[in-house]
Every structure is written in structure tokens, then in C-alpha cells.
């Protein structure tokens, strides 16, 4: 759905049209009965990766088995995947689309698209395939109030937070300066300084919005002089020259200048706990510990960052060390057992039945049963003989320690991060979408097939299915997953 407005009408979502000096309607109240809907305290511990719908959740988070066996819904059909609808991104064209452009200008790009979408910070998905992912270059875009209903295209907590804040903050400034102009700023942030002292683990953020020709800022000085007007400023032809020149140049801009409410509250702050900065050359992740911020940063370009406060994600061995060591993973007898029991499970397709087949495999193999069975079985025994759990861990393979870790906080941030160390087909589906993507675009055909065959088998609860990935699927590899019986139906 497109909002096609020009000074001095705008249309809004709900059909009426508003002019200019008549009601100012902002979006604040929408987005508050709106959540009032969508709050369900079921969801809080969903998580969304790059712009993908999907719900993920730890294995074996409740100890009492039945309660585990009955709280999750189990895929009846293996072969439908559940899409998602497409995003509701903002069309924007016409005299939006140019305003965009001057902004896009001013950044360092430019487009000749006349036509485009954008979400909730301006990032446009068909600007991204002709310029890059990263061509906002920590910039907020935001060319009309509807944008703070809209969702992220790709998952940002820092950039949505503070548009959070824009749209809560500044409602009429936007309504006034977007009919006319694009308002734009970049992130800001004190990540150098956290890098480099470790002194408060938190991250703080700012932003100041302003219009290519800097109208917000000239427009509250030019209202600043006329409030603080003296006598012996009236009597000064030059400086009453100089204001009414000013006032006179931006009355052409903004005809009904008295009514833009300029924000007195820029810089916009706000302070997060755990944060992820993606660029052209890295992604780096922080992590919150008690006294201590963790940073891990996964490279583009293959080349290593030489500082000693940043863990190489490319290592996956000192990557689940410092997680282990800072409190967010968990590795113990108890983990390993209940993963165990769920792995024999899956094949035998009870939880007792899986109980009962351990206990009669202490010296005998099944060829029925995976190897993974008996490398679990014998991690659990060596820890149930008091092998000390730090140094045990240490020593196991990086691909056998995701596999029985627990991740006790930030789940969709760790497990994130672990699949892009310790890459497989299905961490990659269920937190690392573009991964996946990357991979699946680049495997041959029977790969593609193989890749399908796991993801569809080793989903096994519906929890875990990634809409977007399944989205994507459906659009540029249909062909070869109706080769596979694979079925997609839209969720709702």
C-alpha cells in the first residue's frame, strides 16, 4: 500500500486526508493500541535475525521431561513450510521518492529509481540490490510519520530504539518538515571508547535530525533571535536585516513556519545493554558480562583485527570459551543427558521408549542409531565420572560443543553468532538467514537437495520453522523443492 502526499495534503492510512494547520495527527497512538494487541507474554523470548519471521527456543528449557514433550507443537508434515506475507513496507514515489534522493545525495549515493520501499529507519531493499546492504552508513532516513508503524527490514535494536524515540519525541517536527523535506541523521555512538576502556558496560547512542539544507537548525536559531530580540537589537538595521532575510528564506519553504514545533531534545540519546554493528568490513557483536563487555567481530574481508579485547569469531574455540566464561552458555552432565534423550527420541519417536534403549546400550552399538548418539553417551559418562566440566569442554571439538551447550541469555544473539562460527545447514537456516542464503545460492544441486532434506527432517517443531528463509525459498527455488515434495503455505 503506497502514500502518495504533496504539500500541503497528505493522505493516511486510514483514508482521511489532512492539510496543513489542520489536525496533526501523529502515529504514537496507533503504535500503543497496536501493541496492546500483539503483546503475548508467549513471545518474549522470540527472537528475529536480518529482517526474518521466526521463533526460536533452547531444547530441554523445561527440566520436567513431560512438560517438555507437551509444551511444543511437533510438525505433522514434514514437507509443508509455513511463509510469512511479505514486509509492509512504505511506497514511496513521487515527491517522497525525490526528497529520499536529496537525502540519498547527501550521504553519497544516488538512485534513479522512481520508485521504491523503505521500513521503519528508511533502508529500501531495492536500493540495497543496486547500492549494497550497508548504504545508509549508520543513517536514520525518514521522509514520513507512517514509517513508525513499518518494520526493520533487518534486525537493528540500536537503530530501532532510537526511531523509536525519534517518532515518540518529535511527532509534530516530522509532521511539519517531512511534508517538504527528508529528515535524516547518523548514529552516533561511544562504542571506541567502550572498546577501549571497559569502563561502563554500557553502549550509549545518539542521533540529530536535520533536512539537507539544515532547516531544523535554522529554523530554531532564527526563533531563538526573534525570543531574545532587545532594544538594542531593534535599533541595529543589520542584525534585523539579517533575521528577516533568514526568516524570509525559510517562509518559502515552510509557509506556516510558526507552526513547525522544533525539538529541543536533539541529540536523541539511548543505552543499550547488548548491541550488533554490521558494515561493509565486519560485524561486531557485544555482549553485556557483569563487569566487562565481551566484543566478538566476524570479518568480510578475511583479514584479522589485532586487538586483544576483540575474540576473532572466525575461531570458534576462543568464541565459546569467552561465551562459556562469561556466563552465557552452559555445559553439564544434566544438558548433554537431555540431549541425548531427545536425539534417540527423534528416531524411536518416544521419550521412554528413548530412555529404555539407553539404558540397554552400555556396551552395545545399533547401526539404527546415529554416531552422535554414542559421542553424546560418552561425554555424559565421562562428566557423571567427575571429569572436570571446564577443561572437558575445552577439549571437544567447536562443532560438538554447540551441539551441547545451553544458552542461558541473548539467545538469538549468541546462537547468531555460533552460526556464523561453526557453520551447518541448520543453525544457519534458524539464525543466520543471509548465511544460509549465501550458501544455498552457492551449492550445486544435489547439495540444494541435501540442504533441503535436513532443514525439513531436523525441524521437528514447528518453533523452529523460519518463515523468511521459507519465503525465500518459495520465490527463487521453487522448482527444486517441489522436486523434493516440499509445500509452502502461507502461516497465519
Known sequence: MGYNRGPPKRSRPDGKVYGQGGNSLTTSLFKKQNKKVTDNPQDSNSQVSDGESRLTTSLFKKQNKQLWKNSRIVRENKKELPTKKEDNFLKVDG???ENYKKVLEKIGYKTELKEFTIDKVGFSPEIANELGQHYLKNHIIIVAPEQELLPMANQDSVSEGLADQIFETT??????ITLR???FGKVESNVVKLLLAQSTPKLAVQITLDTT???VKRIREAKKKIQKLNNKELLNDNYLTEIVSEVNELLKIYPNLENVEICEDFPIKNVVDNFKFSTEEADVYCLKGKDKVLFTYFQKNGQTISNPMLINGAKPDELLKALYDYGYIDFNAHIVRNKLLELVSD???????AENILECLA???SEKLPKSVYQYKKVVEDLEKGANQKDYFAKLPAQLKVELINVVSNEGMVYEMLSKSCPNTLMMYLHNPSGFKEAFSKATNKEKEDMLEEITERTKFEDQLNLGVNSWLEKNYSEICSKKGIKF???S
Open 95 to 97: 515527491s517522497l521518492a
Open 171 to 176: 511527532p509534530s517536527l516530522l509532521e511539519e
Open 181 to 183: 523535506e527528508g529528515l
Open 213 to 215: 539544507q539544515q532547516s
Open 347 to 353: 528416531r524411536v519417536g518416544d521419550l521412554q521408549d
Open 363 to 365: 556396551n552395545e552399538k
Open 489 to 491: 503455505l502461507e502461516y
